[in-house]
Nanobody, 116 residues
Framework: QVQLVESGGGLVQAGGPLRLSCADSGRTFSSYAMGWFRQAPGKEREFVSVISVSGNVTTYADSVKGRFTISKDNAKNTVYLQMNSPEPEDTAVYYC?????????WGRGTQVTVSS
């Protein structure tokens, strides 16, 4: 059974870096695209970033472009989200997801709170 587990969330001051990790216990990590999504209180879940199977193609939401970086380590079955210059508006529960034609597997999320 595929299990995605996020970690690295917490309380951070605006401008301070934070790195989220998502470990995949499955054996097909390197065959799937990986994505990060987030959900703020009272809002719908929204796309943050995605990295391709090869790791060579990345896409970002406009709201995080230039501040966040997604990467993956196939040897560790882990995808990362480096959050540089986070802002209070980035406060949310962050989820990682795995998929090909759609997002088939999701983690339980990790809370990120950015204080001003």
């Amino acid at each position: 059974q595929v299990q995605l587990v996020e970690s690295g969330g917490g309380l951070v001051q605006a401008g301070g870096p934070l790195r989220l990790s998502c470990a995949d216990s499955g054996r097909t990590f390197s065959s799937y695209a990986m994505g990060w999504f987030r959900q703020a209180p009272g809002k719908e879940r929204e796309f943050v970033s995605v990295i391709s199977v090869s790791g060579n193609v990345t896409t970002y939401a406009d709201s995080v472009k230039g501040r966040f970086t997604i990467s993956k380590d196939n040897a560790k079955n882990t995808v990362y989200l480096q959050m540089n210059s986070p802002e209070p508006e980035d406060t949310a529960v962050y989820y990682c997801a795995k998929g090909s034609t759609g997002w088939s597997d999701w983690g339980r999320g990790t809370q990120v709170t950015v204080s001003s």
